[in-house]
């Protein structure tokens, strides 16, 4: 049997803004619209992502996963944009879309990712209500596990929480996934582990005592913006943690180009098998592959 190709980018920041009114900056949003304009807006930009964007579907992989922050203020008219950019990308059966902290920047619009997302955040077993998190949607040999650690946080802050009732249904659904043989893959937007104060996910060690407990075998991460792989303990050994840059962005001081990540998937006799690449923007706007790595 053919490995199974997971693909996966974080925080595209759709670019441009839409047009703004005074009425829109209030609060947390006019440090946000400052920062844009002095900032952001050299960074992320629309061809950047066009071009990542294509080449991943080049790469024909079989389902995609969005890990969050596709908007930038959370303004009402920045929704219906995030929308069309999701189906340009892929249906909603092929591709899994998780909220980040910008998707719920303000509370007067924190609802509106789920409403604007509909079905490609939706678990396999989502009511008429809508999807509530943890959620799980099961792709050839992947459980997929999305979790939300999108909360609207203070001026200058970016944290994210889960909440006891998100970690104590993600438990629950891993203990249930425990006698089956799936791949199991956690998407969340916050990274596990963070130096920054503004930035982490706050309730980390909780999550981490529960992946301890119960275990997956893949965790994929936004927000830091950055390449990176983490191993966190399991019940059965190291868990891989892999963070990916921006889908928007072109290198800026620390901050690499866009890039997104390939997992290729199998079972190998009682054990999985999976391997990385990673490809990323390079200075002429094309999409190259930077390296591949074995991770189980």
């Known amino acids: 049997m053919a490995a199974f190709t997971l693909a996966h980018l ?11 009114r005074l009425r829109d900056l209030a609060g947390k949003r006019a440090l946000g619209y400052l920062n844009w304009t002095r900032n952001r807006r050299n960074v992320h930009k629309r061809d950047v992502l066009d071009a990542l964007v294509s080449d991943l579907q080049a790469q024909k992989p079989d389902h995609i996963a969005i890990t969050g922050d596709l908007v930038n203020l959370a303004l009402e008219a920045e929704f219906a944009p995030s929308r069309a950019w999701l189906e340009s990308v892929g249906a909603p059966e092929r591709v899994t879309v998780i909220p980040g902290n910008h998707d719920a920047y303000v509370r007067a619009t924190q609802h509106r990712f789920a409403e604007a997302w509909g079905n490609y955040r939706d678990g396999d077993d989502a009511t008429d209500a809508g999807v509530t998190f943890p959620s799980l949607r099961r792709r050839g040999p992947l459980a997929l596990i999305s979790v939300s650690s999108a909360v609207p946080t203070p001026p200058l802050m970016a944290t994210g929480r889960l909440g006891r009732t998100q970690l104590d249904g993600l438990g629950r659904m891993l203990a249930g996934l425990s006698a089956e043989q799936a791949f199991r893959v956690l998407l969340i937007h916050h990274p596990l582990r963070s130096d920054s104060r ?3 996910l706050t309730d980390s060690s909780q999550l981490l005592a529960v992946l301890k407990q119960h275990g997956v075998e893949l965790v994929l991460h936004g927000h830091d913006h950055v390449h990176s792989t983490i191993w966190i303990d399991g019940p059965n050994g190291s868990i891989p943690a892999i ?9 800026h001081g620390r901050y ?10 199998e079972r190998e006799g009682a054990a999985w ?3 990385q690449t990673v490809r990323g923007i390079d200075d002429t706007r094309r999409v190259q592959q930077l390296r591949q790595t074995q991770l189980i």
């Open 243 to 251: 963070g990916v840059p921006s889908a928007s962005a072109v290198a």
């Open 256 to 265: 690499p180009a866009a890039a997104y990540n390939l997992f290729a998937i």
């Open 273 to 275: 098998r999976c391997e």
């Open 198 to 200: 503004i930035k982490r």
């Open 10 to 20: 974080s925080d595209p920041h759709l670019p441009p803004l839409p047009s703004l």
